[in-house]
């Protein structure tokens, strides 16, 4: 049981490059999630999609794009990585919302350095 | 003013005391709420739910809720070493763009044994 796996674990850019970070559940969840993680900021939302086709934006989505590939894949996409970018990229999914709805699942974490 | 609110801490704790985490929330429509835990270096893990006000408990875990308030707590009764960490508030909502989890910035837990 895989559940949310992530790719790569590890990273490092030269500021300018670009690079594209894989995600994919095999839970059948209909929202999955891009979050950040600075130290001591906690996790920040970058992009998130609620549904197969649909993708949205969250508090920290400028500097990345995301494409919802199907229900199974959420790839988040780097253009021109800035040092500022540096951090811990999660990956998760869940079921849609309401009730327990909302219960996150989450990969093993991308480990980017940005030089 | 942000969406989900902790205090940062750190909270330092003596062994087998009670620890007090608690969180505040802006949207009054969110639905369910969730508190994770993370060691260092590690991914989130669940801890908890809750989606109904008042108390729910589980093991040495208690959450509370008081959506009156905007407010969700978690106490853990009997504190131990192994249970410091970095504990994450998180809040599921329905907006624009369909439900979505904001998480708080985390707490930092100490367990002094």
Redesign the interface.
């Known amino acids: 049981n895989a559940g949310v796996t992530q790719t790569p674990k590890f990273q490092v850019l030269k500021t300018g490059q670009s690079m594209t970070l894989q995600c994919a559940q095999d839970m059948n969840h209909n929202?999955m999630?891009w979050?950040r993680q600075d130290p001591?900021?906690?996790?920040?939302?970058i992009y998130?999609s609620?549904?197969e086709g649909?993708?949205?934006?969250?508090?920290v989505p400028n500097g990345y794009n995301v494409s919802r590939l199907n229900k199974r894949e959420f790839s988040l996409r780097l253009e021109s990585a800035a040092p500022s970018q540096t951090s811990v990229y999660?990956c998760?999914s869940?079921e849609?919302?309401?009730?327990?709805?909302?219960?996150?699942f989450?990969?093993?974490?991308t480990r980017l350095t940005v030089v | 003013q942000k969406e989900v609110e902790q205090n940062s801490g750190p909270l330092s704790v003596p062994e087998g005391a009670i620890a007090s985490l608690n969180c505040t929330y802006s949207d009054r429509g969110s639905q369910s709420f969730f508190w994770y835990r993370q060691y260092s270096g590690k991914s989130p893990e669940l801890i908890m739910f809750i989606y109904s006000n008042g108390d729910k408990e589980d093991g040495r875990f208690t959450a509370q809720l008081n959506k009156a308030s905007q407010y969700v707590s978690l106490l853990i009764r009997d504190s131990q070493p192994s249970d410091s960490a970095t504990y994450l508030c998180a809040v599921n909502s329905l907006n624009t763009g369909g439900f979505k989890t904001i998480f708080g910035a985390g707490t930092r837990l100490f367990v002094k044994a």
Do not use: C, I, N, P
Request: proline residues 0%.
């Open positions: 929202s999630y979050y001591g900021m906690g996790l920040r939302l998130y609620a549904s649909t993708t949205d934006k969250g508090e999660f998760a869940s849609a919302g309401g009730g327990t709805g909302g219960l996150a989450f990969g093993q974490g």
